[in-house]
C-alpha cells in the first residue's frame, strides 16, 4: 500500500515534465534540425533512420513556431532562401555593370532608369541617334535579335551598355526573360522602345519631368503624323500642349473606352517601377509579339483615364520598318506569316483575359455568397 503514494508521485513528476517539455523546446531544438539526431556512428545512423525521421516530424511544429515567434516583425525570406539568415538575403538586382577590380562600395551606383530596346544591326544609325538622346542616368541594355553584337563596339557607348542576344526574338520575348520586376527594381522608370524612332524632338530627362509632374504610371511620347506614321489618333501629338490624357474628337464617340482614353501603344510604352511590376506578369510567355497588351496597359494603374497619358512637348516620329518580319525565311517565316501569327496571337490574349475576368468574376461571386445553414 506504501506504494501508491510512490507511483502517484512519480505518475505526476513525468506529467509534469512531459509538459515542461512541450512548453519549453528551444534548449533542445537546435539538436533536431532537418530530422537529424547528435549521434553520427555509421550503425546508428543506419539502424535509427526511420526513427531520426519521425522525430524529426514531431518537432517541426514546435521549431517552427519558435522561428516564427523569434522574427516576428522581421520580412520573410522569399521562396527558395528560407535556409538563408535573412541578413545574407539578396532579392532584387539591376541591369548595372561593375568592374572586375577594386572595392565594390566605390564602384559606380546603379542608374535612376532603363532604357531597353530590341535592336537590328541595320537599324543602328538611328539607334545610335536615339541612345544620345538619354543622359548619364539611364543604364541601356539591347536585344539583338540578328545575333549581330559585337559590331556595335563602332560606338563609344557600346561599353556600358548590356548585349543580350537572342536570333529572330521580339522586344517582348525579351522582355518577359530579362526584365523579371525583381532585375529591374531600382530603376524609377523603364522605357521598352522599338528601334525605328525619330528622336530630333526628343530628350529623356525633359520627358521623365513632365511625367512626374503628372503623375503618369503609363505613358508614351506624342507621334508627329507629318513625318511618320500612327495607328490611333489618341497618340498624335497637340501643339501648344505639354501632355493630354484622352481624345475627345470625332474618332471617339465615348472617351472612357479604349482607346480614346487611358491607352499608349505597344512601340514606345514608359513604365514607372510599380507599373511594370503589374506589366510584367501580364505578358504571356508564349505569345512573343505583344499584340493586344496595350488595350490593357490600364489594368496596371489604379486610375488609367488620370496616370496613362500622351507626353506632347517630348514627342518622336514612328518611322514603322517592319525590321523583324525580314528575320524570317521566305518558306517558314515570310511576312505574311509573321503577320498571321500576330493576329492570332492577338486573339488568344483577349480570349485568355476574358476568360481570366470571368473566373475571378466567378470567384468573388461565389465568394461573397451567404451561405445556406
Not at 523569434?70 to 548595372?96: M, W, Y
Not at 559606380?108 to 538611328?126: F, I
Not at 528575320?327 to 511576312?335: A, Y
Request: with cysteine; hydrophobic share 35%.
Amino acid at each position: 500500500m506504501k506504494l501508491a503514494p510512490f507511483l502517484m508521485a512519480l505518475s505526476a513528476a513525468m506529467t509534469f515534465g512531459f509538459f515542461i517539455g512541450l512548453t519549453f523546446p528551444v534548449a533542445i531544438t537546435p539538436k533536431l534540425q532537418c530530422g537529424t539526431l547528435p549521434w553520427r556512428s555509421s550503425g546508428a545512423a543506419n539502424s535509427r533512420f526511420g526513427e531520426t525521421r519521425r522525430l524529426g516530424r514531431l518537432w517541426a511544429p514546435f521549431r517552427n513556431s519558435t522561428a516564427s515567434n523569434a522574427t516576428s516583425g522581421v520580412a520573410r525570406n522569399p521562396q527558395g532562401a528560407e535556409r538563408l539568415p535573412p541578413g545574407i538575403v539578396v532579392s532584387e538586382s539591376d541591369l548595372h555593370l561593375r568592374r572586375l577590380w577594386g572595392s565594390p562600395t566605390e564602384d559606380t551606383a546603379t542608374h535612376k532608369y532603363l532604357l531597353a530596346l530590341a535592336v537590328g544591326y541595320t537599324e543602328r544609325v538611328n539607334v545610335d541617334a536615339t541612345i544620345h538622346k538619354f543622359s548619364n542616368n539611364f543604364d541601356v541594355v539591347l536585344f539583338h535579335y540578328d545575333g549581330r553584337t559585337t559590331e556595335w563596339d563602332e560606338f563609344n557607348w557600346s561599353e556600358q551598355a548590356i548585349h543580350i542576344s537572342a536570333r529572330k526574338q521580339t522586344k517582348w520575348w525579351f522582355a518577359k526573360r530579362f526584365l523579371h520586376p525583381s532585375i529591374v527594381a531600382p530603376y524609377d522608370y523603364v522605357f521598352l522602345w522599338d528601334e525605328d524612332l525619330g528622336v530630333e524632338n526628343f530628350t529623356a530627362e525633359a520627358y521623365i519631368n513632365i511625367v512626374k509632374k503628372h503623375g503618369l504610371g503609363i505613358s508614351q511620347p506624342g507621334l508627329d503624323v507629318t513625318k511618320g506614321k500612327k495607328l490611333y489618333h489618341v497618340t498624335v501629338k497637340r501643339d501648344a500642349s505639354e501632355m493630354h490624357k484622352t481624345d475627345t474628337g470625332e474618332n471617339c464617340s465615348n472617351v472612357h473606352r479604349r482607346p480614346c482614353s487611358g491607352f499608349v501603344e505597344v512601340m514606345a510604352p514608359v513604365f514607372s517601377r510599380d507599373a511594370w511590376k503589374c506589366m510584367w506578369h501580364m505578358i504571356q510567355n508564349d505569345l512573343v509579339h505583344g499584340w493586344g497588351l496595350d488595350f490593357n496597359f490600364w489594368r496596371c494603374v489604379d486610375d488609367p483615364e488620370e496616370q496613362i497619358g500622351i507626353v506632347d512637348a517630348q514627342f518622336v516620329v514612328h518611322h514603322g520598318v517592319p525590321t523583324l518580319r525580314r528575320q524570317g525565311k521566305e518558306k517558314q517565316g515570310s511576312n505574311a506569316k509573321v503577320s498571321m501569327r500576330q493576329y492570332k496571337e492577338m486573339q488568344d490574349f483577349y480570349s485568355r483575359i476574358s476568360n481570366a475576368d470571368k473566373e475571378l468574376a466567378n470567384s468573388t461571386t461565389t465568394s461573397s455568397s451567404p451561405t445556406l445553414s
